[in-house]
């Protein structure tokens, strides 16, 4: 075994924590009428990673913009998603205050506070979080055992339990049930395929919510079929009588969207060069109390931080 089993990487898609954070909390607000649900639920978050996950090293991912390498290739990308310069904004709600309005100033709040824990977040414009959690699991993999922090199904691709490495996907629940591990046999389960193959699925399926169309009537189980009878994706695209020449095309667009490992080669030799971020001890507890205050969040402190008080 190559990596440190003493060490422990901590990798977060801060946007997808952001959002739902923000639906599970979004009645939060302080005397001042300011939203803070977001706020409240990320800090959870972040303390809930502190105890049960124990990290040596953690890195918060956030979009910044949509993603050029997708948008080249099929430029309806997202292109249900409200638009807006603010970099924060994601989607639009229905008779009410503008999301990025909402949202801003939680993110510009959190990322305060990881500055003042040292907790590291990264975000690159051009460049969506699930890429650079994608390149930082790439470099950091055979080094120590890695959480990716999601609710996001495409980072369950990213899973990897062989003998040189251990990557999981740790879904955190803000509303009902237990925060869920995903390894590969949560993976098996779930979907029939290896997590290895997740990306071929989403490709003959399609993402709605990304607004990449996929195979019509083609669902997760009829996917993992196709998989499981012919091997691999490229197998199917040839000899499965059901899938149609546009087919076929608009699939290997698809996978090329879908799969993390492709902006990952692009990706990667900027990342190269970045040192995989160490949780330094604490310096600036007085601070943390101080933005704690500010937001009026009473039932934390930074002992829920690895802090001493």
Known sequence: MTYDDSECLVVVDGNNLTHRSHHAFK??????????????????ALSALFSELQPTHMLWCFDRGKSEFRTELLPTYKAHRIESRDRHVKYAEVDAK?????????????????????????????????????????????KMPIFVVSGDHDMEQLVDHGPDCRVTVYKPNFSKGQDRFFGPEEVRVKYGVEANQLSQLF????????NIEGIR??????????????????????????VTPADRQKVSTNFFLMDLSQPGIEYRPTISGLRIPFIPPWKCEDEML????????????????GGRR
């Open 27 to 44: 009645d939060l607000r302080t005397t001042s009428d300011w939203e803070s649900g977001a706020l409240y639920g990320n800090l959870m």
């Open 290 to 305: 101080g933005l704690l205050s500010d937001w009026e969040i009473r039932n934390m402190s930074v002992s829920d931080f």
């Open 98 to 142: 503008p999301l990025n309005e909402i949202l801003a100033p939680q993110y510009l709040a959190f990322e305060e506070f990881l500055k003042i824990r040292g907790v590291e977040h990264w975000g690159v414009k051009g460049w969506e979080a699930d890429d650079l959690i994608a390149a930082v699991v790439a470099k950091a993999k055979n």
């Open 217 to 242: 009537g083609v669902g997760p189980k009829t996917a993992a079929k196709w998989l499981q009878k012919y091997g691999d994706l490229a197998e199917v695209l040839a000899h499965e009588p059901k």
């Open 203 to 210: 490709a003959l399926t399609g993402d709605k919510s990304d």
